[in-house]
């Protein structure tokens, strides 16, 4: 009987390890294969300069461009979605008699913080315990994990770490291996000295050299509206080929240009190294490419999704009525001429998007579960009347109680595909009779209204997205950081709990996200994601647009280059560039 038990455990373990990610234990992704020269500076555009460089709090792209450079994790991942290890060598998964999961990390020795501190066990189980599942601080992390299967870390001793769960978990492994590790001798001197964790690390951090990190390089300088500038990590644990410390660049600098048009003309001058075209300009940038010295290539759909929303919390409850009503978001959904998208911004070098998951995510990506809503100003019309509106005399729409449907449509400023899009949409939402303002703002302010103040009515905007679905799990569930059309009272203090919607369908994609992590067995967890598609696509609180190409532009200079959709042009491996001076 013993004997039995002993085998189906190894059984159950055994299930647990093939139901991981991908991983390579090659220390080529860590770049001991590569070989490259020393010196130089890296730079990049930007549209914005950082919030913050506290992970905990940036919801955007622009701080959290800066933040990956200089935090590290336990594991990496390359351009091609395979990951690998990076501040731990190894680990095991085990599954104990009573149900509970255990994750062992096994770090690496020698690596040090940029300030010279060594690397231990001690800043791991600070960063799980003390930051990421404290209470006291919420964070988008939690919103991964339920409640009752926080992840609960243990010192073995100076290099290893056991993080127990109560219960399986299929994302355990990805998650806690990607966490980016704080240095507890820094944040500790913080909250000693009376500081709110939130408070750590705000902008004025960079140029007080305040900045401790494990990444490869470190911000050193801001100066707003100009450019933020990053250095060599001193004490950065990877070595090439050669034995030669990485990273070779000297400095990489995020030179801050809030004008799509303007970043193009930087990268045309040699002003930046590196340029994601829009498809309008890609033949041109194909066409010179040889004479100008660039490389310019087109890849897959990027995993990206993008998006118009409204605010069923609205200030005015009569706009929260109509954004409420399906058939309102339907006959906008129909009103949204995702051709004439393709053909006029991207130049064809995009797809056509319907759902939550980009067809990039080959994985769990499910075509057939999805409703589609073709261009159809007539089906529209069709999905107004169902809704209770109709049109006055001056062909004006109106809702059941004779209220004139009007509202602000906004997007972030500088970002020519968004501004295209809302005035292709605008035009044909005047055809319905509908009066929309659009308007444009700065991107920093347009974020703030949707986490922090939900005093915005309709917005066109995006998430970065990625080959797993449940990364999303902040945006889906109804306790949500970032469920930003449908807030729920707990979580931000501006929604009337008096005044609260929940259809059912938000509580059964609520649920999918909640239990999908329970499960080992893929055909069930892609069956889920596939009923999580088939709802968002049917109820759309989210009205889709277009995916584009995944396309590419950088100096020829730069060496040791290999982009795509999920990489990015330099991001994955930042630190075994080199550019030619």
């Given at each position: 009987?013993?004997?039995?038990?002993?085998?189906?455990?190894?059984?159950?373990?055994?299930?647990?390890?093939?139901?991981?990610?991908?991983?390579?234990?090659?220390?080529?992704?860590?770049?001991?294969?590569?070989?490259?020269?020393?010196?130089?500076?890296?730079?990049?555009?930007?549209?914005n300069g950082p919030k913050t460089l506290n992970d905990i709090v940036a919801q955007e792209t622009?701080?959290?461009?800066?933040?990956?450079?200089?935090?590290?994790?336990?594991?990496?991942?390359?351009?091609?979605?395979?990951?690998?290890?990076?501040?731990?060598?190894?680990?095991?998964?085990?599954?104990?008699?009573?149900?509970?999961?255990?994750?062992?990390?096994?770090?690496?020795?020698?690596?040090?913080?940029?300030?010279?501190?060594?690397?231990?066990?001690?800043?791991?189980?600070?960063?799980?315990?003390?930051?990421?599942?404290?209470?006291?601080?919420?964070?988008?992390?939690?919103?991964?994990?339920?409640?009752?299967?926080?992840?609960?870390?243990?010192?073995?001793?100076?290099?290893?770490?056991?993080?127990?769960?109560?219960?399986?978990?299929?994302?355990?492994?990805?998650?806690?291996?990607?966490?980016?590790?704080?240095?507890?001798?820094?944040?500790?001197?913080?909250?000693?000295?009376?500081?709110?964790?939130?408070?750590?690390?705000?902008?004025?951090?960079?140029?007080?050299?305040?900045?401790?990190?494990?990444?490869?390089?470190?911000?050193?300088?801001?100066?707003?509206?100009?450019?933020?500038?990053?250095?060599?990590?001193?004490?950065?644990?990877?070595?090439?080929?050669?034995?030669?410390?990485?990273?070779?660049?000297?400095?990489?600098?995020?030179?801050?240009?809030?004008?799509?048009?303007?970043?193009?003309?930087?990268?045309?001058?040699?002003?930046?190294?590196?340029?994601?075209?829009?498809?309008?300009?890609?033949?041109?940038?194909?066409?010179?490419?040889?004479?100008?010295?660039?490389?310019?290539?087109?890849?897959?759909?990027?995993?990206?999704?993008?998006?118009?929303?409204?605010?069923?919390?609205?200030?005015?409850?009569?706009?929260?009525?109509?954004?409420?009503?399906?058939?309102?978001?339907?006959?906008?959904?129909?009103?949204?001429?995702k051709q004439k998208i393709i053909d006029t911004l991207y130049n064809g070098l995009a797809i056509?998007?319907?759902?939550?998951?980009?067809?990039?995510?080959?994985?769990?990506?499910?075509?057939?579960?999805?409703?589609?809503?073709?261009?159809?100003?007539?089906?529209?019309?069709?999905?107004?009347?169902?809704?209770?509106?109709?049109?006055?005399?001056?062909?004006?729409?109106?809702?059941?109680?004779?209220?004139?449907?009007?509202?602000?449509?906004?997007?972030?400023?500088?970002?020519?595909?968004?501004?295209?899009?809302?005035?292709?949409?605008?035009?044909?939402?005047?055809?319905?009779?509908?009066?929309?303002?659009?308007?444009?703002?700065?991107?920093?302010?347009?974020?703030?209204?949707?986490?922090?103040?939900?005093?915005?009515?309709?917005?066109?905007?995006?998430?970065?997205?990625?080959?797993?679905?449940?990364?999303?799990?902040?945006?889906?569930?109804?306790?949500?950081?970032?469920?930003?059309?449908?807030?729920?009272?707990?979580?931000?203090?501006?929604?009337?709990?008096?005044?609260?919607?929940?259809?059912?369908?938000?509580?059964?994609?609520?649920?999918?996200?909640?239990?999908?992590?329970?499960?080992?067995?893929?055909?069930?967890?892609?069956?889920?994601?596939?009923?999580?598609?088939?709802?968002?696509?049917?109820?759309?609180?989210?009205?889709?647009?277009?995916?584009?190409?995944?396309?590419?532009?950088?100096?020829?200079?730069?060496?040791?280059?290999?982009?795509?959709?999920?990489?990015?042009?330099?991001?994955?491996?930042?630190?075994?560039?080199?550019?030619?001076?």
């Amino acid at each position: 009987m013993r004997k039995l038990w002993f085998v189906l455990a190894i059984l159950a373990l055994a299930s647990l390890i093939f139901a991981l990610p991908p991983y390579a234990a090659s220390d080529k992704y860590l770049g001991a294969d590569a070989t490259g020269k020393r010196g130089g500076k890296l730079i990049l555009g930007t549209l914005n300069g950082p919030k913050t460089l506290n992970d905990i709090v940036a919801q955007e792209t622009s701080s959290t461009d800066i933040i990956n450079r200089f935090m590290a994790s336990m594991v990496e991942r390359d351009n091609n979605g395979l990951w690998y290890p990076a501040l731990a060598e190894n680990w095991t998964v085990e599954r104990t008699a009573d149900g509970k999961m255990i994750l062992t990390w096994y770090l690496r020795k020698g690596v040090k913080w940029s300030d010279g501190h060594p690397f231990t066990a001690d800043d791991v189980v600070y960063t799980i315990n003390d930051i990421y599942f404290n209470k006291d601080i919420p964070n988008d992390m939690q919103n991964l994990f339920a409640e009752d299967n926080w992840p609960k870390a243990y010192k073995v001793d100076d290099y290893t770490v056991r993080v127990v769960f109560n219960r399986v978990y299929r994302l355990a492994w990805r998650y806690m291996g990607g966490l980016p590790i704080w240095p507890k001798h820094v944040v500790e001197k913080y909250l000693a000295e009376g500081k709110k964790f939130e408070e750590i690390w705000g902008v004025d951090a960079i140029n007080n050299h305040e900045i401790v990190g494990l990444g490869p390089f470190i911000p050193v300088e801001y100066v707003p509206a100009q450019y933020v500038r990053l250095e060599r990590n001193p004490y950065y644990w990877k070595k090439d080929k050669n034995g030669v410390q990485l990273p070779y660049l000297d400095e990489v600098i995020f030179k801050i240009i809030p004008d799509m048009n303007a970043m193009k003309l930087s990268f045309e001058n040699g002003e930046i190294d590196t340029y994601g075209p829009r498809g309008t300009e890609y033949k041109e940038l194909k066409d010179k490419a040889e004479e100008k010295g660039w490389v310019v290539g087109t890849g897959g759909p990027n995993f990206g999704t993008q998006f118009v929303t409204f605010n069923w919390n609205a200030p005015d409850p009569v706009k929260r009525k109509w954004f409420r009503n399906e058939y309102f978001r339907k006959a906008v959904a129909y009103a949204l001429d995702k051709q004439k998208i393709i053909d006029t911004l991207y130049n064809g070098l995009a797809i056509e998007q319907w759902g939550p998951i980009s067809k990039a995510a080959k994985e769990w990506y499910n075509e057939s579960a999805l409703k589609k809503y073709p261009y159809d100003l007539e089906m529209a019309r069709m999905m107004l009347m169902l809704g209770g509106f109709s049109w006055s005399e001056e062909g004006k729409l109106v809702d059941s109680e004779g209220n004139i449907v009007k509202f602000i449509l906004t997007t972030n400023a500088g970002n020519k595909e968004r501004e295209g899009i809302g005035n292709i949409l605008v035009e044909n939402l005047k055809k319905l009779g509908m009066e929309v303002t659009f308007a444009p703002i700065d991107f920093n302010t347009l974020v703030q209204k949707l986490v922090a103040t939900g005093d915005w009515e309709a917005i066109i905007i995006g998430l970065t997205g990625g080959d797993e679905p449940q990364g999303g799990a902040n945006v889906w569930k109804i306790k949500g950081a970032l469920h930003f059309w449908n807030y729920h009272p707990d979580v931000k203090k501006f929604v009337d709990p008096n005044d609260f919607y929940l259809p059912e369908w938000e509580k059964e994609i609520d649920t999918i996200f909640k239990e999908n992590v329970n499960y080992i067995d893929h055909d069930k967890v892609y069956e889920m994601f596939s009923r999580y598609q088939q709802l968002v696509s049917e109820h759309i609180p989210l009205i889709y647009t277009t995916q584009r190409l995944f396309l590419y532009a950088y100096n020829k200079k730069l060496h040791n280059v290999d982009p795509t959709s999920l990489g990015g042009i330099t991001a994955w491996n930042m630190d075994w560039i080199w550019k030619e001076e």
